[in-house]
């Protein structure tokens, strides 16, 4: 693979562990999402759009932890500004699962 990353370009990816606090159906964009706000603890709250409607319920997200990437620049995602990334494996059927620790840590 020739895209690969350094280890000093890896180190700056700000990988880190939220808490799911609110997701609402984000009526605004082309393509099924939701908009999310996580709570990341000592790194604030922040907002988010994910396309995760095939396998998750607006209900079900709230108080889970999901893995995100907190220093991407924000986007301009229809009417909100994204503030970081969830991280999410791709199924057969372009389904997102949500990437999660095994279990509960500190936001």
Request: aromatic share 8%.
């Amino acid at each position: 693979m020739e895209n690969n990353l350094t280890w000093d370009e890896f180190m700056h990816v700000e990988m880190r562990v939220g808490t799911i606090i609110s997701a609402e159906i984000f009526a605004e964009v082309r393509n099924p999402a939701y908009k999310i706000t996580i709570d990341f603890g000592e790194y604030g709250i922040r907002k988010t759009s994910a396309q995760v409607t095939d396998l998750y319920q607006t209900e079900e997200l709230i108080g889970k932890q999901v893995v995100a990437v907190i220093n991407f620049p924000p986007k301009q995602i229809a009417t909100m500004m994204s503030e970081c990334l969830i991280l999410g494996g791709i199924g057969d059927n372009k389904e997102v699962t949500l990437l999660q620790p095994e279990r509960e840590v500190k936001n």
